[in-house]
């Protein structure tokens, strides 16, 4: 009997030879055995050069890594050094058999930084500039002629030599602007894909979905273009329309006798479509089918249905209602990685937006990867999407037209994303500082060229940017500076504040709003700094504001960077837009924590903590505040799970906060009940869930009852309550707190001259190890930095042991440092 795998294959053959056969596209990630050294070399050629393993003279020495890969893993939150800006190359060795006949061999790169140089052997097949869109490199010619020469065989055993060369050097003529609030990373930090496409394919697809405001008829428009080196005068094909239960609900054919431009393939009207919604995003597939002699290609596309409109003076409507844009941000960073985040990393990621109530966030401050966007398309969260024209000024020709072109292929390349109802043309584009001139007329005149070539390229979509007055009036929506209790003013002048900036203008948005908060650290007063600011003078970011130092009070210098204090700002602006029918929405600044290498003085170096994630995803006491306020599903987290030691006079009230969306809450201490509470949003903080409590000196009980319809959910923590009172910090108590799967967790305490921990202090500590283990470092986080702000007197870090032995130290500025061996 012949096996079923065998039978299949057989066929397959008997196919090929009838002359009709469609070949599986291929298209393969590129992602191990590839070797990176992260420096310039001589050229091309000391990447393939024949060497001697061993001999001293084979240099520079590659390192082994995995795509996507960031040259700055590490070094953008190194406390020691200024991160690396500079060229690093890559290489590998490919098998490449393409099986289409005359079909085009394709590199397709979802993203490198930020500028990059393609060679096959010694052979460089192209060059791109930007490091945020994603660019093909047709490798076709350049391998055909490898495989004709000698060292193909014999140096190279069959397979194709590809070296690659990445450089994020600073280049004033470049976007975004180093300038940026963020790391401009180096690398190919996206994934890259070999992909074999027959001699006609297609390059892209345009569907556009619309639907009238009673969601009553759409209609699908389909636009080709096709991918056509080889210069073919005739094409045809199949569009299939599937709904979002899989059934093929449309269906045409077309016949080209023409392919040189984008071609409309044909117009569907669907009636009644699903619409598509953050609460239930359905998605339509757009199935296209090209076929060139004997040879098929196929490429599908998701879009959606629906209608939005930012209502003149007024609030947003999706699908002809009013909806609250509930947002925040998002960069492409994470602890370990940087920039070079796996799928199963940015899966996590957007879930735990989802999760946290999420409809819609601005990608700041340029295009992201594909994968991000298809998960808002099928989470449901809108988007505003954004070209990286960010901040110093306005450059020349060669700057403009990158700009042109990274505003263009954005655009272009995420065209069919439902979830996309912004694009933006910049951001805070008065801040100079890259040229000798600052023209404003001159940045006016392209941020309106800019909003034209946006509106041609997609006239269903509005243009928006954030913070640049003088540019106020280019784009359909505006989002001015608003930082209430944190640059400037306090929380509760945000109303207020708004309410003026949304009479400026036709249509309103707020981006970026918030504050830092060190994650582990929390405070019994975190309002204390409001009372030095001064009120009545604006709310909004100014250039030196970012300062720790210098300049008028403001909470983002003076206040305490407490988990606490940013619980309240958020709470109060929550409960605020609640009453704010006009609003259109918010999107707070930002997600998740992010390396940035203009604040080095920061309580994590070179971090910006404005998150309500750290930059290892871990939550912070914040995103229980968004989930209380945004989401359905009944939830209750009491304020301090990561708070152990409160401290205060024996009796005193203390207040308990429980963040919920339930109607009602029972708070228990120590197993007795502090009563019912009802939830109300306009009663702050935790809309109405406090109490005021008093706790046994040493270990205190907290739980929570709360009541959600028939649903009832819990939540319990553990506190110990400090009453003695400490002097300033005298020396360091350092122990091993924990160890599970050869990791081993220290943490350091700052104890007075009597031994009681200084719950208060804010002293900079720096780990330190000797021997086989390995700290681990560099990564940005509260837990995870060698160098970090205590937070309530302590610090925690782990190392893994390596199987062996260590000496982990601990130093700090006035005080003895310590050791512990492991």
Request: glycine share 8%; charged share 25%.
């Amino acid at each position: 009997m012949i096996p079923v795998r065998k039978l299949k294959s057989l066929l397959i053959l008997l196919l090929a030879t009838a002359g009709h056969i469609t070949i599986a596209q291929q298209k393969t990630r590129l992602i191990n055995n590839w070797e990176f050294v992260r420096q310039d070399l001589g050229g091309v050629w000391e990447a393939v050069r024949p060497v001697t393993p061993g001999n001293p003279e084979s240099l520079p020495i590659w390192d082994k890594v995995n795509l996507p890969h960031c040259f700055n893993a590490r070094d953008a939150v190194d406390p020691d050094v200024n991160y690396y800006q500079g060229p690093g190359w890559y290489r590998t060795t490919l098998n490449i058999n393409n099986p289409y006949a005359n079909g085009r061999t394709l590199l397709h790169f979802e993203g490198a930084g930020q500028k990059t140089d393609v060679y096959v052997y010694t052979t460089k097949v192209t060059s791109h500039l930007g490091g945020y869109d994603e660019w093909t490199a047709d490798i076709t010619k350049a391998v055909e002629d490898f495989k004709k020469t000698d060292v193909f065989n014999k140096q190279f055993k069959g397979k194709v030599p590809v070296e690659i060369r990445c450089d994020n050097s600073r280049d004033l003529e470049s976007i975004p602007s180093q300038l940026s609030d963020f790391n401009v990373y180096g690398g190919i930090y996206r994934y890259l894909n070999l992909v074999y496409v027959p001699a006609l394919s297609l390059d892209k697809i345009f569907a556009s979905a619309e639907v009238d405001k009673a969601g009553v008829l759409g209609k699908l428009d389909i636009k080709a273009r096709f991918y056509n080196p080889g210069n073919s005068q005739s094409a045809q094909g199949k569009i299939e329309i599937t709904d979002p239960q899989g059934k093929v609900i449309a269906s045409a054919p077309y016949n080209l006798n023409a392919i040189n431009t984008d071609v409309k393939l044909a117009g569907f009207q669907v009636k009644k479509p699903k619409l598509w919604s953050p609460a239930d995003p359905a998605l339509y597939k757009v199935t296209v089918t090209v076929k060139s002699g004997d040879q098929t290609f196929t490429q599908t596309e998701k879009v959606g249905f629906r209608n939005f409109e930012f209502v003149d003076n007024g609030p947003f409507n999706l699908n002809g209602k009013r909806l609250l844009l509930r947002g925040t941000h998002r960069h492409e960073d994470n602890a370990g990685v940087a920039e070079a985040m796996t799928e199963d990393m940015m899966v996590k990621e957007m879930q735990l937006m989802k999760d946290m109530g999420v409809n819609f966030i601005r990608l700041g401050h340029y295009q992201q990867s594909r994968i991000i966007l298809n998960l808002c398309d099928s989470l449901g969260i809108l988007v505003w999407e954004e070209e990286p024209w960010c901040r110093g000024g306005l450059g020349g020709e060669v700057y403009k037209n990158q700009a042109r072109a990274m505003l263009t292929n954005m655009i272009e390349q995420h065209y069919n994303h439902p979830a996309i109802i912004l694009w933006g043309l910049g951001n805070e584009n008065d801040w100079a500082g890259d040229f000798p001139e600052f023209d404003k007329a001159k940045i006016h005149a392209f941020m309106a060229e800019q909003n034209d070539r946006a509106h041609q390229l997609d006239p269903s979509r509005k243009t928006t940017i954030r913070r640049c007055d003088f540019c106020a009036d280019v784009p359909d929506v505006y989002s001015p500076s608003i930082w209430a209790g944190w640059y400037r003013g306090i929380y509760t002048e945000y109303k207020k504040t708004t309410e003026e900036e949304f009479k400026k203008v036709k249509h309103f948005f707020h981006a970026e709003w918030g504050g830092d908060s060190h994650a582990l650290r929390h405070s019994e007063n975190p309002d204390n700094a409001l009372s030095k600011v001064k009120t009545g003078t604006g709310t909004d970011e100014r250039l030196g504001d970012a300062s720790l130092v210098g300049g008028a009070a403001r909470v983002s210098k003076d206040g305490d960077w407490s988990e606490s204090y940013i619980c309240n700002l958020f709470d109060w602006h929550l409960k605020e837009q609640e009453t704010m029918p006009w609003l259109t929405g918010s999107a707070f600044w930002i997600f998740k924590d992010f390396s940035t290498p203009i604040r080095p003085d920061n309580p994590i170096p070179y971090m910006n903590q404005k998150g309500v994630v750290e930059r290892d995803m871990t939550p912070k006491e914040s995103y229980y505040v968004f989930q209380s306020y945004w989401t359905e599903k009944p939830m209750a987290h009491i304020y301090g799970h990561t708070w152990p030691i409160r401290w205060g006079e024996a009796g005193e009230y203390k207040m308990v906060k429980v963040y919920s969306n339930c109607d009602n809450a029972e708070l228990f201490v120590n197993g007795k009940s502090m009563g019912i509470k009802k939830r109300n949003s306009q009663d702050f903080p935790a809309a109405g869930l406090h109490w005021q409590v008093t706790f046994n000196k040493g270990k205190n009980n907290i739980k929570v009852i709360a009541h959600k319809g028939k649903t009832t959910v819990t939540d319990e923590i553990d506190q110990e309550y400090q009453t003695d009172k400490w002097d300033k910090p005298a020396h360091m108590v350092f122990q091993k707190i924990a160890e599970v799967n050869g990791i081993i967790t220290v943490q350091v305490k700052l104890v007075d001259s009597k031994g009681i921990q200084c719950l208060d202090a804010v002293n900079w500590v720096n780990f330190s190890l000797a021997g086989d283990g390995k700290l681990l470092d560099d990564l940005g986080t509260s837990s995870g930095s060698r160098k970090v702000q205590v937070y309530n007197g302590r610090a925690i870090i782990s190392l893994k042991t390596n199987g062996g032995k260590s000496v982990v130290g601990v130093a700090s500025p006035g005080l003895q440092s310590v050791f512990i061996n492991l």
